[in-house]
């Protein structure tokens, strides 16, 4: 299991500590649920801890955006490193 943001692998980088270890963030938000709709399995999005906080750190953002923020953020570590 890995984070759909960035594709951190707490096993990889925990060991054992980390097996499993995934945090599972709602794609809707609980207050646009219906009253009485379960949530989907395609409904949640893993994520690692920090990917996580920084989807939640205000304003809100979707994971989509998070993706490309640190697809942009990567890119522009490459061009840097080219440069010098
Ligand atoms: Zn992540
Ligand atoms: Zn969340």
Do not use: W
Not at 23 to 37: D, N, Q, R
Not at 51 to 72: A, F, G, N, S, Y
Request: aromatic share 10%.
């Amino acid at each position: 299991m890995y984070c759909e943001v960035c594709n951190f692998d707490f096993t990889q980088r925990y060991g054992n500590r980390g097996k499993d270890f995934i945090e599972g963030h709602h794609k809707k938000l609980v207050s646009e649920l219906k009253e009485g709709e379960k949530t989907k399995v395609e409904d949640i999005a893993l994520l690692c801890s920090n990917c996580h906080r920084m989807i939640h750190r205000k304003p809100l953002i979707t994971v989509e955006e998070l993706i490309e923020i640190v697809r942009k953020t990567r890119d522009f570590d490459y061009e840097t490193t080219v440069k010098y």
